[in-house]
């Protein structure tokens, strides 16, 4: 259950949730986040645990993401994802199910 923050609805009434932020992460040559800022700090990431790639709506305003799960050195689990169109980082609320059947990758020193 989400808690009531006992903040002002949005308009209509709404208020939204699992809203992106703007994230500091360095990236590899390969485009996959290396380190992020987390806690004041940049950690690097131990492993990432899932990667995917949204594009949508190529006729309006084009959509084209790549997500990534990532643990980070202090086993803190992040959903960061890079908007391709703007090349800007960001962290996601999301957390999915915790065994999806992939394959960790852990990163190198």
Wanted: hydrophobic share 35%; proline share 8%.
């Amino acid at each position: 259950m989400v808690k009531n923050p006992r903040t002002p609805a949005g308009p209509g009434g709404l208020r939204l949730l699992n809203q992106p932020k703007p994230a500091a992460v360095e990236a590899s040559p390969a485009g996959e986040p290396a380190a992020a800022l987390w806690q004041g700090r940049y950690q690097r990431v131990r492993t990432i645990a899932d990667s995917w790639r949204i594009d949508d709506e190529w006729w309006r305003d084009e959509i084209a993401r790549r997500y990534f799960v990532v643990e980070l050195e202090s086993g803190r689990r992040l959903t960061l994802f890079c908007d391709l169109v703007t090349c800007t980082w960001y962290a996601q609320p999301y957390e999915g199910p915790r065994d999806s059947g992939s394959i960790l990758r852990g990163r190198a020193g």
